[in-house]
């Protein structure tokens, strides 16, 4: 099994990279895994340099239960909003265009790359599959995952794989948030995150506000949900 490499992130739902570029930008080497098509066309392009300097590998793939050809669904409007399966709460079956992917589990892309430092999950209802992935000899130090139907089941994983300390961030207000100066993690950079970005990690995550997995439980429960609010969760 490849070991734990502490210059490594993975991000899981590259989208069309404004992650990738952070983390590339702070110096850390990059995983960035990918099931859109189109969007693995423009991170290879947005980032041939880095892919030629061996500091980022883009996997095109889509991670499931098993691995595999399936059917993988992009939303017709929101580039961000593609998923494996519909909730159907929120969509109707016409709000996608169906194609076909390759899968994977998670635990072969740390069999392929080694653990990384930090884990970003954002696969829109699938971020289940590469927590319940994780073990206690294969956790990165920090991960974050977006909240979602299945966050109580993932909670309850990581508590199981020896995680302590959960915090929630509102994403919406990740535009207010600045790099730490000095840099806790890697290097200091200037940025204004967007919409489209999971923003601070690790080190540079607010002091305050960790809570143990009682509290992160009880926590979740009481998430206001209006006004288009969403929100991830930290673990260390």
């Given at each position: 099994m490849a070991g734990s490499r502490e210059r490594l992130i993975f991000d899981v739902g590259a989208h069309t990279g404004e992650d990738t570029d952070f983390y590339l930008r702070k110096g850390f080497d990059v995983v960035a895994v990918e099931a859109n098509p189109h969007h693995v066309a423009h991170l290879r392009q947005r980032f041939a340099s880095q892919i030629r300097d061996r500091r980022l590998v883009v996997e095109s793939v889509a991670v499931g239960a098993r691995p595999g050809t399936g059917t993988f669904l992009l939303h017709k409007s929101k580039s961000d909003w593609h998923r494996c399966e519909i909730d159907r709460d929120r969509f109707r079956s016409d709000d996608f265009d169906q194609i076909e992917v390759?899968?994977?589990?998670?635990?072969?892309l740390v069999e392929r790359h080694g653990v990384p430092y930090y884990l970003k999950i954002d696969i829109e209802g699938s971020?289940?599959?590469?927590?319940?992935?994780i073990?206690?000899?294969?956790?990165?130090?920090y991960l974050s995952f977006e909240v979602g139907k299945d966050c109580r089941d993932c909670l309850g994983h990581l508590k199981d794989c020896g995680y302590g300390e959960?915090?929630?961030?509102?994403?919406?207000?990740?535009?207010?948030?600045?790099?730490?100066?000095?840099a806790q993690e890697g290097l200091?950079?200037?940025v204004e995150f967007t919409g489209h970005m999971s923003g601070l990690f690790g080190r540079e995550l607010p002091r305050l506000g960790w809570l143990s997995h009682e509290e992160i439980m009880a926590?979740?429960?009481?998430?206001?949900?209006?006004?288009?609010?969403?929100?991830?969760?930290?673990a260390r």
């Open positions: 390759d899968y994977i589990t998670f635990d072969k971020d289940i599959f590469a927590i319940k992935a073990d206690a000899a294969t956790r990165p130090k959960f915090l929630i961030v509102t994403q919406h207000r990740n535009r207010d948030l600045r790099c730490s100066y000095p200091f950079v200037q926590a979740i429960a009481n998430l206001a949900w209006e006004g288009g609010e969403w929100y991830d969760i930290h």
